[in-house]
Every structure is written in structure tokens, then in C-alpha cells.
T-cell receptor, first 116, second 116 residues
Framework: GAVVSQHPSWVICKSGTSVKIECRSL??????MFWYRQFPKQSLMLMAT?????????EQGVEKDKFLINHASLTLSTLTVTSAHPEDSSFYIC????????????FGQGTRLTVV | AQSVTQLDSHVSVSEGTPVLLRCNYS??????LFWYVQHPNKGLQLLLK??????LVKGINGFEAEFKKSETSFHLTKPSAHMSDAAEYFC??????????????FGKGTLLTVNP
């Protein structure tokens, strides 16, 4: 299957700083990528849909100025958590829209963010 | 509109005994259905998928699932549990094969515990 690589796998940062998470499709071009947040023992919550070359589409209740998404190429989307606070600590997962003819989504390994 | 209901938040089995994880779905269109597994602090790995072909789907690691349209179910089974099967399992549905409105809907997850 196709591979989606997410980096870093974990990060610790201080309150008030910004953190960037990268999501790369390694062997296919992804016109659309998705960013999810997962709270402990809960399911994935879609934060936003990242579209190559255009603005991301955010889900209701997600602050676009807090979670900046950039999808500058067909293989890379980034999520930047700006002015991080302890309540932003969570597990963030990206996935890539499958190539034509493939129905399943491919997920990154996830990033554990801890804000201290 | 589409939705997924995983009927059990936690299933506990003994090693070597059968596994049954239940999933019911609703969808306005012909759905594609997936089971993903997530180990702690990891991304999601696809176990199997149903996309309107054979209703009995075989996946990796000995898992299989049967699509039953009349019951709107897609239960996941395995004849004999292994300790390494202990993880969180998500049932996922999409009613779009990859067009512009591609969106996944996740169940809340079932935690599988395997006892020695």
C-alpha cells in the first residue's frame, strides 16, 4: 500500500511557542490531505482538509489561526500549532486522500505533542 | 449522511479464543467500509476493506469481516486471538470513492484486550 510519513513522532514544546508537523506522501501524489486530532481513549476528530495549492477547509470549532495548514506541494502538507498552550497537547494524525481508483485512506504514524 | 456505531467500547478475550468486534453503519449511498487497527501512540493501519465486491472480506493477520446490507453491519472476526492483537480497532465508512467530497466517518473505537 501507499505510504504516508509524519514527522516528528513526538515533540515537547514550551507554552507560547509554535510547532510544525509534517505529513508526506512518499510514493503517490496527494491533492488532499486530512488532519485529525485524537484525545486519549477517543476516536479521531477531523480538524481540517488540506487542499494542494488552496486554502484548507476547517471543521466547525477549529481555530484556523491557531492551527495553520499549508499544502504547498502534492506530497507535503504541514500543520503548525501556533502559540501552543497545554490544552493543545494531543495526538495529531494526518492522512492522505487515496489515488484514483483506491478507496482507503493512508495514515501517518501520528505526532504526540506535549506543551509544557 | 453517514454514521458508524461500534457496539462495544471494550472487548476482552482469552488468547486462542475467537474475536468478534461489532460495527453497524448507515449511509445514504453505497458505502465503502474499512476496519483499521491502532496500537498505542501509532497511526492507523488498514486491516481490510469492503468496496462492493465480495461481501466476505479477508484482511491481514487472520482477520475477516462480512458485509451484510440487510443488517447494515460489518462485523470484524478472527478465529483465534493472539496477544499481539491487543489494540484499538476502528470501523470506518465513506460513501464516496474518492471524489471531491471524500470524507471518512469513524466509529468511536473498540479496545481489544487479550488475556494470556
Amino acid at each position: 500500500g501507499a505510504v504516508v510519513s509524519q514527522h516528528p513522532s513526538w515533540v515537547i514544546c514550551k507554552s507560547g511557542t509554535s510547532v510544525k508537523i509534517e505529513c508526506r506522501s512518499l510514493d503517490f501524489q496527494a491533492t488532499t490531505m486530512f488532519w485529525y486530532r485524537q484525545f486519549p481513549k477517543q476516536s479521531l476528530m477531523l480538524m481540517a482538509t488540506s487542499n494542494e495549492g488552496s486554502k484548507a477547509t476547517y471543521e466547525q470549532g477549529v481555530e484556523k489561526d491557531k492551527f495553520l495548514i499549508n499544502h504547498a506541494s502534492l506530497t507535503l502538507s504541514t500543520l503548525t500549532v501556533t502559540s501552543a498552550h497545554p490544552e493543545d497537547s494531543s495526538f495529531y494524525i494526518c492522512s492522505a486522500r487515496p489515488p484514483t481508483g483506491v478507496t482507503e485512506a493512508f495514515f501517518g504514524q501520528g505526532t504526540r505533542l506535549t506543551v509544557v | 449522511a453517514q454514521s458508524v456505531t461500534q457496539l462495544d467500547s471494550h472487548v476482552s478475550v482469552s488468547e486462542g479464543t475467537p474475536v468478534l468486534l461489532r460495527c453497524n453503519y448507515s449511509s445514504s449511498y453505497s458505502p465503502s467500509l474499512f476496519w483499521y487497527v491502532q496500537h498505542p501512540n501509532k497511526g492507523l493501519q488498514l486491516l481490510l476493506k469492503y468496496t462492493s465486491a465480495a461481501t466476505l472480506v479477508k484482511g491481514i493477520n487472520g482477520f475477516e469481516a462480512e458485509f451484510k446490507k440487510s443488517e447494515t453491519s460489518f462485523h470484524l472476526t478472527k478465529p483465534s486471538a493472539h496477544m499481539s492483537d491487543a489494540a484499538e480497532y476502528f470501523c470506518v465508512v465513506t460513501a464516496n470513492s474518492g471524489g471531491s467530497n471524500y470524507k471518512l466517518t469513524f466509529g468511536k473505537g473498540t479496545l481489544l484486550t487479550v488475556n494470556p
